[in-house]
């Protein structure tokens, strides 16, 4: 039975207490795997996730964290061919209610121990009220895996800040990496782990169960850390993937992968890649499944009256990078682009946050010269994507979208970007932001020293060699201020990275 909590019990002291209870309860022949996650929330839904050991069926119960409202139970079934995972949507919920569930899974007479986890619902559209949320991405990446008895720290941090929710915002797996005992910086060592990756010539992309298997081990891998799983027990997340859910640099509509244009079964790569993501993540069906039952990551949430939340997809649409950049070139696709741009067009929250895994004026890509730019930026080269983004930048000019803010991580390194320019020729220019973050555990890349011009870009704040994320605070009391920083592997904030925004 779910245990209720007395009113006069705060929210801090309740999630201490929570946590001490975390891996409460025996196992009886099947066994929680890799803990627990919440994600997708609104203001009258949740979704949650687990996996088992072994073919079950997952039981959650669930009910306000405070209070003697009689909990409720739904179920999932966790099959072999999702890896034992699986996902319930808790619906009717309550706006703005910190929610306590408990996880177990039922295998005929066998019954796994309880695992709790807690999230709070998003505050209704019209309610004012402070929101906090934190970004970042790039986790196992180049090596830099779990470290024995130290795991990924960062996540402890990460969780004491105690936001609202989280952006996974990309590459929360390197699928082309692996994880030897031996890391690559002088000293790190890994908790080893038997797992290729996935462009390894001894993997058979013509195998559609191998290739899901690789990249459902390296999804467990990472979220077999204690830290990790604490985190996302007591933090909802929002999932969106980069490149390295799949293999780097990649776009989901190619036939073939450029860096090894002769191997065959591309596709097939691609197609794993993101089934393993689909499971491995707290979707809600609702918000992703289309009319014809395909899936798709872009969607929206609106965090009362401060805040709505646009997240992007930036691989399933996209032309070939190598393409020469034109108003044919796409990252986005049309569908996904007009999407935000009514989105944007129709919002009346005050800050619109743009969850996009590549930067706007950062060039990236490996071995661009031969492969292309990867994000939007052209730099020196003339194979980016700006045609489309002056063209989605001009719709948010024309339209008087005000407080715009890009997130985005991919480029192993923070950074901070003031953007003002009258973009579509009417004499009133348009002032918006981007704010980078990460990486969690990944190569740490030195900061940005080079940006595209084209949408005239102001470095306001630049630090690499760190792990690190990003947070942002939208506060009723200080009238809608937008509050963000960078902070370290420690929690601490990076000097220079306080950015102060008053709506407009």
């Known amino acids: 039975m779910l245990r209720t909590f007395s009113a006069s019990i705060c929210v801090g002291t309740y999630i201490s207490i929570w946590s001490t209870l975390l891996f409460a309860g025996a196992a009886h022949g099947i066994e929680i795997s890799h803990g627990v996650a919440s994600g997708d929330v609104t203001d009258s839904s949740a979704v949650v996730w687990s996996r088992a050991d072994a073919a079950a069926t997952m039981r959650v119960t669930y009910g306000p ?39 177990e899974f039922v295998a005929g007479r066998n019954k796994s121990g309880v695992v709790a986890g807690v999230f709070r619902t998003a505050p209704a559209r019209e309610t004012a009220q ?68 996935i462009g390894d010539p001894a993997v058979n992309w013509q195998e559609p169960a191998e290739l899901e298997e690789v990249f459902n081990a390296h999804w467990r891998y990472n979220r077999a850390d204690q830290q990790f799983q604490t985190f996302l027990a007591s ?31 591309y596709p097939n790569v691609v197609a794993a890649g993101r089934k393993s993501f ?17 899936r798709r990551i872009y969607r929206s949430y609106r965090w009362g009256a401060h805040l709505e939340l646009f997240i992007l997809d930036a691989r399933s649409y996209r032309s ?17 682009l007009e999407w935000l741009k009514a989105g944007l067009a129709a919002s009346d929250a005050t800050w619109k946050i743009i969850s996009n895994d590549v930067p706007l004026s950062v060039p990236t890509g490996s071995r661009a010269d031969e492969f292309g730019r990867d994000a939007f930026a052209s730099g020196d080269l003339a194979s980016g994507f700006e045609t489309e983004l002056l063209d989605l930048v001009r ?6 979208v005000r407080n715009v803010v890009f997130i985005a991580t991919d480029v192993h390194s923070a950074a901070q970007l003031r953007y003002e320019r009258d973009y579509d020729g009417d004499g009133d220019p348009l002032l918006f932001h981007e704010l980078i973050a990460g990486p969690l555990s990944a190569i740490k890349g030195p900061a940005p020293v080079s940006l595209d011009p084209t949408l005239g870009p102001v470095m306001l704040y630049a630090e690499g060699a760190l792990f690190n994320y990003g947070t942002i605070t939208v506060s009723t009391a200080h009238a809608g201020q937008l509050r963000a920083d960078i902070r370290d592997e420690s929690g601490d904030v990076r000097p220079g990275s306080e950015l102060k925004l008053d709506p407009r």
């Open 65 to 103: 964290a405070i209070g003697t409202t009689e909990p409720q139970t739904v179920e999932a079934v966790a099959a072999a061919n999702v890896d034992f995972t699986a996902q319930v949507l808790l619906t009717s919920l309550t706006a703005d209610t910190l929610y306590r569930y408990e996880v």
């Open 278 to 294: 689909w499971a491995y993540h707290p979707f809600d069906p609702n918000a992703t499944t289309e009319a014809d039952g395909s």
């Open 130 to 197: 402070t929101v906090t949320l934190i970004w970042s991405g790039d986790l196992a990446g180049q090596r830099y895996c779990r470290r024995p008895g130290i795991g990924y720290r960062i996540f402890t941090p990460m969780r004491n800040f105690r936001p609202d929710f989280f952006v996974a915002n990309g590459d929360m797996i390197y699928a082309d990496n692996d994880c030897p005992a031996q890391g690559i910086e002088p000293g790190w060592q890994n908790v080893p782990a038997s797992f290729p990756g």
């Open 395 to 400: 719709h948010i000019d024309a339209h008087n």
């Open 235 to 265: 933090v909802p997340m929002y999932a969106q993937w980069d490149d390295h859910e799949v293999i780097n640099d990649f776009g989901a509509p190619w036939q073939t992968y450029a860096p090894q244009p002769d191997r065959m079964g």
């Open 320 to 336: 070939a990078n190598t393409d020469a950049d034109s108003s044919a070139k796409t990252m986005l696709g049309s569908v996904q």
